[in-house]
């Protein structure tokens, strides 16, 4: 594994800048994302199902009047769907002025950046997850896979929430 150059760090520091984040836990995995696209964490209730969507979009739900798109995480990243449970819950998010719910196991905690702990996400081949990848965030006991929430917003796989208006 090669070392990280000053460059490389100063690049994903341009990108993801100091900032917070949420995370949260998808499996064994720890994941974050930009708390400035978080509009509200919910408890985990079951959506309306729409037919022949992607297995990954659970369905839709009524926030207060909108109608939000809701994907299940673990599909989303080639994970296999894990039964609902009490931490089970919905992080809403708003990205260009659209609302989309993601199915997470637990959310963990705010976590504030600061660009020394970003690292760039090292050439680990092409995948769902890795493609989605932002940065690796180091903490002091752990790892934390920081979520490119516009990339899976542009993602081809991403069905209902990617369409145009």
Do not use: W
């Amino acid at each position: 594994m090669s070392a990280t150059t000053p460059n490389e760090m100063q690049a994903v520091a341009q990108v993801c800048g100091p900032r917070e984040c949420l995370s949260f836990r998808i499996g064994a995995e720890d994941y974050g994302i930009d708390i400035l696209q978080v509009q509200e964490v919910r408890s985990y209730e079951a959506p309306t199902r729409i037919a022949q969507t992607q297995p990954h979009v659970l369905g839709v739900l009524n926030l207060r009047g909108e109608i939000v798109p809701v994907i299940d995480m673990r599909l989303q990243l080639g994970m296999a769907q894990a039964n609902f449970d009490d931490s089970t819950v919905v992080i809403v998010l708003k990205v260009a002025g659209r609302a989309f719910g993601l199915v997470v196991d637990a959310v963990s905690d705010v976590i504030g950046l600061a660009p020394e702990q970003l690292r760039p996400v090292p050439g680990i081949g092409r995948g769902i997850a890795a493609d989605l990848l932002l940065a690796i965030v180091t903490l002091k006991d752990r790892m934390l896979l920081l979520i490119d929430i516009d990339k899976l917003m542009r993602s081809p796989a991403f069905g209902l929430a990617a369409r145009a208006d």
